[in-house]
């Protein structure tokens, strides 16, 4: 991400006392290189070095944090998304370390939290212009490849359970049922065609083969890579458990989707053979339906966020214009589906 001016020295207090007393014997607190980063939509980020103790045996960390900031496309929950980040940093998947938390903004006046700074690229823009398509290529088959590896942690005894409301098997209902209701929360007009795709898809809610984990928003420009090699998976905030089917899908939609370099099919394949599984057709097609149902649902939400006052970029507003191209992709998939 690139690097804004440096912000207020009154934010680089409130960051050494939250380290000084959330890190255990930190004394000396410093935070040089405070800056923010440019990005997001519902918080905001910043990198810096953060160091303590004596001069002999001073330590120092690399770090970014991440704070809540107004109203965006999506409500955060950045407490949640620590607690699955620190889950998860006991597996081997490529997820950033998590270090502080401050759920309440007790310390630095706002909810956020801690990680360690990763090394690499995450901008979107040289994949999908890339000259050297094969890089592209290599990145995405390695997306799919950690996407295999996420859905094969067993989430119980990785502590993520507090992602369950009730029952896990009934995960895939719920996060579409959430979906739903965020519609109707903020649709500004009735939308009869969106309320129809939801009925549509509440009704042919396939069975999963399991209840996995799932990153929610797994996508190109949502990693770190450095020398052809994914380095970090970043923006977990939507982790929740549901069908593997939701990462597949959510990759391939049309804004950011790697097909010019890495089809559909051949992801597809890679990821049979990496997770040991069969995908089915028709299964794959619902979910890319359900995609593009929750884009659209995230876009309304944005831009109600801007008419109702609770943030002021203009550039949310504009989303409205995105939700006609995804409600015509689920009426023709839709048409392909009951065609099978």
């Known amino acids: 991400m690139r690097q804004m001016p440096a912000v207020p020295a009154p934010i ?20 040089a290189d405070l800056n923010r980063l440019t990005g997001g939509n519902a918080r905001h980020a910043w990198a810096f070095t953060a160091s303590w103790g004596e001069p002999k045996e001073r330590q120092y960390k690399r770090c970014v944090m991440l704070c809540k900031a107004g109203a965006g496309q999506l409500e955060v929950d950045l407490g ?53 398509r094969g890089t592209t290529r290599s990145l995405a088959g390695q997306l799919i490849r950690i996407g295999a590896d996420l859905h094969r942690v067993d989430w119980r005894t990785a502590g993520l359970g507090f992602l369950v409301k009730d029952d896990a098997a009934l995960a895939p209902i719920q996060e579409l049922a ?19 795709i939801f009925e549509w898809l509440r009704r ?20 770190l890579y450095s020398g052809g090699k994914i380095e970090l998976l970043l923006d977990w905030e939507m ?3 549901g069908d593997p089917l939701e990462d597949l899908t959510w990759i391939y939609r ?21 997770a ?30 801007y008419r109702d006052g609770r943030t002021e970029k203009l550039r949310l507003a504009g989303r409205m ?20």
């Not at 929750?294 to 876009?299: G, Q, R």
């Not at 006609?324 to 009951?338: A, H, I, V």
């Open 12 to 31: 680089q207090q409130r960051v050494a006392n939250m380290i000084g007393a959330l890190q255990p014997g930190a004394v000396d607190v410093e935070i």
């Open 204 to 223: 042919r809610l396939p069975a999963p083969k399991r209840v996995a984990l799932v990153h929610g928003d797994f996508r190109l420009g949502n990693f």
């Open 239 to 241: 982790a929740h458990l």
């Open 178 to 196: 959430r979906w739903e209701a965020q519609y109707l929360q903020n649709r500004m007009e009735p939308l009869p065609v969106l309320a129809s």
């Open 80 to 132: 949640r998304e620590f607690r699955t980040l620190a889950a998860l940093g006991r597996t081997s998947l490529p997820s950033p370390r998590v270090l502080w938390l401050d759920e309440r903004g007790t310390y630095l006046g706002m909810p956020g939290f801690v990680m360690e700074r990763g090394d690499g690229e995450s901008s979107i823009l040289p994949l999908l212009d890339a000259t050297d």
């Open 276 to 305: 040991n599984c069969k995908v089915r057709p028709t299964d794959l097609l619902y979910y890319r339906i359900f995609s593009e149902a929750k884009f659209a649902v995230i876009s309304l939400t944005a831009a109600r966020n």
């Open 254 to 274: 049309p804004l950011w989707s790697p097909k010019a370099f890495l089809p559909l099919d051949d992801a597809i394949a890679i990821y049979e053979v990496a």
């Open 321 to 340: 214009f995105t939700v006609p191209e995804c409600l015509e992709l689920c009426l023709q998939w839709m048409d392909q589906w009951e065609a099978t």
